[in-house]
T-cell receptor, first 111, second 115 residues
Framework: GQNIDQPTEMTATEGAIVQINCTYQ??????LFWYQQHAGEAPTFLSY????GLEEKGRFSSFLSRSKGYSYLLLKELQMKDSASYLC????????????FGDGTTLTVKP | DVKVTQSSRYLVKRTGEKVFLECVQD?????MFWYRQDPGLGLRLIYF???????EKGDIPEGYSVSREKKERFSLILESASTNQTSMYLC??????????????FGPGTRLTVT
């Protein structure tokens, strides 16, 4: 299966750096997505990792270790608007179109 | 600009009613999805369609059916609504047909209450 584990909640301070971890089952693993979802809104795409290593996109970076079944999303220079839920989602080789989502990590950024 | 629209933002139905949730995308995407999102349970896949008239069950298809007669439209049907189907329903679409997955674009969601 593709069970996804991520922390339920995290709190961080404006201007700081926060790392949101995600673990997944490696059997048949293809790639990993991160989405952001503000309260009452739809999820929006942040990043996709298929190879090991770090992908940087402005203040947000995402890391993948295929052998460890581990990913993290790194948010730098936190802003109040980064308060949201962050969803980790994995895909498999057998059906590249589908993703299995984790329950999401609710990040609260405090002044 | 990429757009996925859903027919209603809020819907209230009675137990036993047949409910239709409509989703339309304007991006010519092959794949379309229906999810429900509940607190503490995350986003769960109900049904998935990778082409017109093609569908595949997701993780929780019981009590639901779907229809995809045109590429841009994917409908979710609750045959006989029950209170445990009260939830936020999210539609999504993505490109398809390759070995690599593509990101999904989500609609705004329909909050369905069954009384």
């Amino acid at each position: 299966g593709q069970n996804i584990d991520q922390p339920t909640e995290m709190t961080a301070t404006e201007g700081a750096i926060v790392q949101i971890n995600c673990t997944y089952q490696t059997s048949g693993f293809n790639g990993l997505f991160w989405y952001q979802q503000h309260a009452g809104e739809a999820p929006t795409f942040l990043s996709y990792n298929v190879l090991d290593g770090l992908e940087e996109k402005g203040r947000f970076s995402s890391f993948l270790s295929r052998s460890k079944g581990y990913s993290y999303l790194l948010l730098k220079e936190l802003q109040m608007k980064d308060s949201a839920s962050y969803l980790c989602a994995s895909t498999t080789n057998t059906n590249a179109g589908k993703s299995t989502f984790g329950d999401g990590t609710t990040l609260t950024v405090k002044p | 600009d990429v757009k996925v629209t859903q027919s209603s933002r809020y819907l209230v139905k009675r137990t036993g009613e047949k409910v239709f949730l409509e989703c339309v995308q304007d991006m010519d995407h092959e794949n379309m999805f229906w999810y429900r999102q509940d607190p503490g349970l995350g986003l769960r896949l109900i049904y998935f369609s990778y082409d017109v008239k093609m569908k595949e069950k997701g993780d929780i298809p019981e009590g639901y059916s779907v229809s995809r007669e045109k590429k841009e439209r994917f409908s979710l049907i609750l045959e006989s609504a029950s209170t445990n189907q009260t939830s936020m329903y999210l539609c999504a679409s993505s490109l398809g047909g390759g070995a690599s997955p593509y990101e999904q674009y989500f609609g705004p969601g329909t909050r369905l209450t069954v009384t």
